[in-house]
């Protein structure tokens, strides 16, 4: 198998969290390097995997912090309670959507402009 062949295959099998690792490492895009930088860096990569802390697995998710820390406690409830008010002014927001306007002048489900009673009929503006 080519060198080419080999990095590219190396590459597609990883995941996106160690492409955008091993690219970090190249200081760029790792394909973009030539055959040989490629090979250095996996084998520099892998001489000192040892020194990199992968015991520690970190969820990005805020329902999964459990910390006895009082100020992240306090956060998630504040989280917590903002989700609540924003899911409430949604539903409020969707039901006065869906109010229909009701004519003035003959109580259809019509705005006063758009009523049939009025078509034609001028409307008399008064100025001061």
């Not at 200081?27 to 992968?54: Q, S, V």
């Not at 019509?110 to 008064?126: E, L």
Request: net charge negative; proline share 5%; aromatic share 8%.
């Amino acid at each position: 198998m080519l060198p080419v062949t080999q990095i590219d295959t190396f590459y597609n099998g990883l995941t996106l969290r160690h492409r955008d690792t091993i690219n970090a490492a190249a200081g760029g895009t790792f394909m973009k390097r030539r055959p040989e930088e490629c090979y250095d860096l996996i084998e520099n990569m892998t001489a000192h995997h040892n020194d990199w802390d992968t015991f520690v697995q970190r969820n990005e998710s805020s329902s999964f912090i459990t910390s006895s820390n009082p100020e992240i406690a306090s956060l998630k409830l504040q989280m917590e309670e903002m989700n609540r008010n924003l899911t409430r002014m949604l539903q409020i927001n969707q039901q006065v959507n869906s109010v229909t306007p009701s004519c003035e002048t003959c109580g259809g489900p019509h705005s006063y402009n758009d009523c049939p009673a009025t078509v034609g009929q001028n409307q008399n503006i008064y100025a001061v």
